[in-house]
């Protein structure tokens, strides 16, 4: 149990053009998920808590307007990248925490190799 | 703020030998510290987590980490290291208000045949 996939897992897009990546929790609901970045050879940065129903909210330094995030159910959270450059060329990880049972564990996807060229 | 560090880089290890990765945290509270495993283009495996209870947490494939609570350490262990062992490992401890993860900066295993 608790598998959380991301789709698609690898994308090339072109400089300016929108990418949308899709976490799901396939066998439980999240109210919470979470979208991470990982630049090579580095560790994991929190980019956003996602809220089922509800904005997400961004660290510091995240630019809300360029990465779009919508939590529209239960099983679903979105992640778009809008007007990508090569710079958010990255490793995307989404993670999702449990609606019942234990508070504390996330369980995280496989992650999106995004290239931006 | 709560924050864990990882201290090393690289560890190189011979297969057969036991390893130690190693990571210490600080929390304000009780720690809610978790191992993760990495492999190349890959999301993060769990390998183990500490809570509360025993010290010494067991773990899937064969890895153990022991809290350490005066040392403010959650090293991991494997007492006969493989090959395939070899993997990029994370620390991280859970903010106690908001359910966020914060990850050490990650050691790189080396199991050398």
């Known amino acids: 149990g608790a598998v959380v996939s991301q789709h698609p897992s690898w994308v090339i897009c072109k400089s300016g053009t929108s990418v949308k990546i899709e976490c799901r929790s396939l066998d439980f609901q999240a109210t919470t998920m979470f979208w991470y970045r990982q630049f090579p050879k580095q560790s994991l940065m929190l980019m956003a808590t996602s809220n089922e129903g509800s904005k997400a909210t961004y660290e510091q330094g995240v630019e809300k307007d360029k990465f779009l995030i919508n939590h529209a159910s239960l099983t679903l959270s979105t992640l778009t990248v809008t007007s990508a450059h090569p710079e958010d060329s990255s490793f995307y990880i989404c993670?999702?925490?449990?609606?019942?049972?234990?508070?504390?564990?996330?369980?995280f996807g496989p992650g999106t190799r995004l290239t931006v060229t | 703020a709560q924050s864990v560090a990882q201290p090393e880089d690289q560890v190189n290890v011979a297969e057969g030998n036991p390893l130690t990765v190693k990571c210490t945290y600080s929390?304000?509270?009780?720690?809610?510290l978790f191992w993760y495993v990495q492999y190349p283009n890959r999301g993060l495996q769990f390998l183990l987590k500490?809570?509360?209870?025993?010290?010494l947490v067991k773990g899937s494939y064969g890895f153990e980490a022991e809290f350490n609570k005066s040392q403010t350490s959650f090293h991991l262990k494997k007492p006969s290291a493989l090959v395939s062992d070899s993997a990029l490992y994370f620390c991280?401890?859970?903010?106690?208000?908001?359910?966020?993860?914060?990850f050490g900066t990650g050691t790189r295993l080396k199991v050398l045949a």
């Open positions: 993670s999702a925490r449990q609606t019942s049972g234990s508070s504390y564990e996330q369980y």
């Open positions: 929390v304000s509270g009780n720690p809610y």
């Open positions: 500490y809570i509360t209870g025993d010290n």
């Open positions: 991280a401890v859970r903010d106690t208000g908001t359910y966020k993860y914060i």
